[in-house]
């Protein structure tokens, strides 16, 4: 056997999990596509973020919780290992809202997710003036946030260089270039890429991202996903102006504000738009007026990965046991409990995270 687990795909949510098996003591080769390939690891907001996650999935408010609550260890761990600090500010996070009505309506969402959870949801509503407090740049429009004390950002293209680097020191092969077209099962598992180069392993991880819709119903999945659409811009790096992420900017850690994120069903387009941009821009400026003097310095859009209610999915298939799915929208919130709780529930062990919310008998209703 050439290696215990195959992973296809080779982004955050690939790397991070094959970083926790290689710790575990298995061999794993991850197999990632090439530069065409979509890519939300490199195109993210970099959130880690808790606040609107399980709202109507209250277990999904509690794994979003856990890997915020390891996130740091984590990411101390990569740049003890690698040198490749990969920064992490984790001091809350804002939902900023321009009416009270969307921001009361929200606060009792919160207030009941937060009873469904035992009173374990940390948050605090801030007036216009407490806000003003906490952001001296914060515009007139905005008549209040929630600040939830679990939230924070980090830099997504660090982590997956910090990964990618401490998977291959920790022994990991990493495949680049490579598109799987077939995943066969006669006794072992026999990977088969586009160029005609096989692999045999053990197991076999689907972490593809979109590219998953069309590999997984090979291999006895749904996969019910779909693209979205965020486009994103960012400015030139400025003084500290922002102390806390929001849904509509933050300012990250080389000093530049990352303005976003649009969310369009537009399917596999991942250009960026006129109309799209210019929204961005004027509610970045409603929300911190002095953006309206900052130098835009690029743009991007790029596609997530949705399920239809959003949530992550993590399934074992039934018709090649040893094959699991893993994909999730929010891969970098994410990516601690991937690293170092998800290995436990691929291997079966004792401690394995309880995932049965997230497998795919829920999509039995869609």
């Not at 296809?8 to 575990?24: K, Y």
């Not at 979003?64 to 920064?87: H, M, R, Y």
């Not at 996903?225 to 992420?245: H, Y």
């Amino acid at each position: 056997m050439e290696t215990d687990y195959a992973i296809i795909g080779g982004g955050v949510v690939g790397l991070s999990v094959a970083w926790g098996l290689l710790r575990r003591g298995r061999t794993v080769t991850v197999i990632d596509g090439d530069d065409g390939s979509f890519r939300a690891s490199r195109g993210n907001f970099g959130l880690v973020w808790v606040q609107s996650k399980g709202m109507k999935q209250p277990r999904y408010a509690q794994w979003s919780q856990q890997s915020a609550s390891i996130w740091a260890e984590f990411a101390n761990e990569l740049g003890d290992n690698t040198g490749f600090v990969v920064p992490l500010e984790q001091k809350g996070g804002l939902d900023l809202h321009f009416s009270e009505e969307t921001l009361h309506a929200t606060v009792e969402q919160y207030e009941n997710l937060k009873q469904r959870l035992g009173g374990d949801y940390p948050f605090d509503v801030l007036g216009h003036n407490a806000l003003r407090k906490e952001e001296p740049h914060i515009g007139p429009k905005v008549v209040g946030a929630i600040l939830h004390h679990q939230d924070g950002h980090a830099n997504p293209l660090k982590l997956l260089m910090a990964l990618a680097a401490d998977v291959r020191r920790l022994g990991g092969r990493v495949v680049t270039g490579k598109t799987v077209t077939e995943v066969t099962k006669p006794d072992v598992f026999r990977v088969t890429c586009s160029d005609g180069a096989t692999l045999g392993a053990s197991k076999v991880v689907l972490s593809a991202g979109l590219g998953a819709a069309l590999l997984g119903p090979r291999m006895g999945f749904r996969a019910p996903i779909r693209p979205q659409r965020g486009q994103v811009l960012i400015t030139e790096k400025l003084p500290k102006l922002i102390n806390r992420p929001s849904l509509i900017a933050r300012q990250v850690d080389e000093g530049g504000i990352q303005i976003g994120a649009t969310n369009e069903e537009v399917g596999a387009d991942d250009r960026v738009t006129q109309r799209g941009l210019s929204g961005l821009a004027a509610e970045a400026i409603a929300a911190y007026p002095a953006l309206s003097k900052a130098q835009l310095v690029r743009s991007w859009g790029a596609l997530r990965v949705l399920s239809p209610d959003g949530l992550p999915i993590y399934q074992e298939s039934a018709d090649m046991p040893g094959a699991y799915m893993v994909t999730c929208h929010s891969g970098i919130t994410l990516a601690a409990a991937h690293a170092r709780l998800l290995p436990d529930w691929l291997e079966g062990s004792d401690t394995a995270p309880d995932l049965e919310a997230f497998s795919e008998a829920r999509f039995a209703v869609f």
